[in-house]
């Protein structure tokens, strides 16, 4: 249908003027259903809007490194912290059996159930407050329950850290809250976010919208807090963090055409917008998917076999500075 003038101002110029103004706002989520770019975004522009102090943005499907700024420079994780108690906690302990809450683990701030001192809580009931609701005394009594004690799951934490390859990263507890050299890089979080994120259990959790929680405390529902969750086309597992040393934190994952695309922020004034901006670019500029291997002929009944290919390197670490864009 073609819009009247713009000076008649008939009714029909304005429901035309309506549906141009809803196609258009509806034109990125209609983009990213069809696959396409949500929206472009170019080197330049991430360069002038990025707010966050460090950025990393890694594409798991081809091993390539689509943006990185300041990766090396150590910042305060806050509940990104959390990450890495998850994953500990699941390593020494699983997801089953309970704990009995000590004094010790309710002296925290919000965000916290609250923990009742003498309670019985699940494992799995505590892994889902600390990954959905970011809860501080959650994490006390995991880290305190996984390591026998707090201080030795610190320790605990820290040799994790080397073992998975980090270099910049110091834990001084497993809530993320603020105390001094408690720190990491968005390389080495980036780490420990996608040993995570390897577990199919610690991923789901942390891609749960709302969770209903029952503890002495009463019942309550759990909103996660990751804010993308839902509403950015192809949001997957993320932890949140934020403290007013740290500013904005964030580790998250997201799929589509094909790619994951992994991201680590830190030291953002807003990780929302910088999230959101970071993805747009890399989904507007994914490297191609590698073609599979050309199988050759059948071998020839009685022949000799082919000698088997070498064996592939696996690098110590995902992260490749060769193809990054730098600020």
Request: charged share 15%; proline share 10%; net charge negative.
């Amino acid at each position: 249908m073609l819009c009247p003038p713009l000076r008649s101002f008939s009714l029909p110029f304005l429901s035309c003027l309506s549906l141009l103004v809803m196609l258009v706002s509806l034109a990125p989520a209609l983009a990213a259903d069809r696959g396409l770019p949500y929206p472009a975004v170019g080197a330049d522009t991430v360069r002038d809007q990025l707010l966050a102090r460090s950025a990393l943005l890694y594409d798991a499907t081809t091993g390539k490194v689509l943006y990185e700024r300041n990766i090396d420079e150590p910042f305060p994780p806050a509940s990104t912290t959390k990450l890495m108690t998850a994953l500990l906690v699941y390593e020494l302990k699983g997801m089953g059996g309970s704990l009995q809450v000590e004094d010790g683990d309710t002296y925290v701030e919000p965000s916290h159930v609250p923990l009742i001192p003498g309670e019985v809580v699940s494992i799995d009931v505590l892994m889902h407050s600390l990954l959905i609701a970011s809860d501080n005394d959650s994490a006390m009594a995991l880290g305190r329950y996984a390591g026998g004690t707090l201080a030795n799951f610190i320790d605990l934490m820290n040799q994790r850290a080397v073992e998975l390859g980090c270099t910049h990263t110091h834990f001084v507890n497993p809530n993320g809250l603020p105390a001094r050299g408690h720190e990491t890089t968005a390389h080495d979080l980036m780490l420990i976010f996608q040993k995570a994120i390897s577990i199919p259990v610690l991923r789901e959790i942390m891609q749960i919208k709302t969770y209903a929680l029952d503890t002495e405390h009463g019942s309550q529902i759990l909103h996660n807090h990751n804010k993308l969750l839902g509403k950015y086309p192809g949001m997957g597992p993320a932890k949140t963090g934020w403290t007013i040393a740290s500013r904005h934190t964030y580790a998250a994952a997201a799929t589509r055409d094909g790619h994951e695309l992994q991201l680590i922020i830190l030291d953002s004034p807003d990780k929302w917008r910088d999230a959101v901006l970071l993805f747009n670019y890399g989904f507007a500029n994914l490297p191609p998917i590698p073609a599979p291997p050309v199988m050759g002929p059948a071998p020839t009944p009685g022949a000799a076999p082919a000698p088997a290919p070498a064996a592939a390197v696996t690098a110590p670490h995902p992260v490749t500075t060769a193809a990054a864009t730098h600020p």
